[in-house]
Nanobody, 124 residues
Framework: QVQLGESGGGLVQAGGSLRLSCAASGRTFSAYTMGWFRQPPGKEREFVAAIGSDTYYADSVKGRFTISRDVAKNTVYLQMDSLKPEDTAGYYC????????????????????WGQGTQVTVSS
């Protein structure tokens, strides 16, 4: 079992930055592909970024967001820069029990564990 807890969300003006953290506990953290997803108001959950043997990004965040992990701290981060109002969403951390690649890392159904989420609101 893996337990995930997100933090770092909040209210920020457009053009600003936030860094989300996801602390993991339980089984070997480094063995998992970790992902970030978001769910905008009234919309379905969508892929943001993932990290395993490589990093993967949604086109909408490429060049603005950076995913990274600190294995020693069992933590994965999402650095979000140049934030836009359309980035407003609940952000969720997820862990997959199997290695994921570019075509599979983007699908929420391939992740086994989820955090409770943290809200990010970007004002215009």
């Amino acid at each position: 079992q893996v337990q995930l807890g997100e933090s770092g969300g909040g209210l920020v003006q457009a053009g600003g930055s936030l860094r989300l953290s996801c602390a993991a506990s339980g089984r070997t953290f480094s063995a998992y592909t970790m992902g970030w997803f978001r769910q905008p108001p009234g919309k379905e959950r969508e892929f943001v970024a993932a990290i395993g043997s490589d990093t993967y990004y949604a086109d909408s965040v490429k060049g603005r967001f950076t995913i990274s992990r600190d294995v020693a701290k069992n933590t994965v981060y999402l650095q979000m820069d140049s934030l836009k109002p359309e980035d407003t969403a609940g952000y969720y951390c997820a862990a997959a029990g199997l290695p994921l690649e570019s075509s599979t890392a983007v699908r929420a159904r391939n992740y086994d564990y989820w955090g409770q989420g943290t809200q990010v609101t970007v004002s215009s």
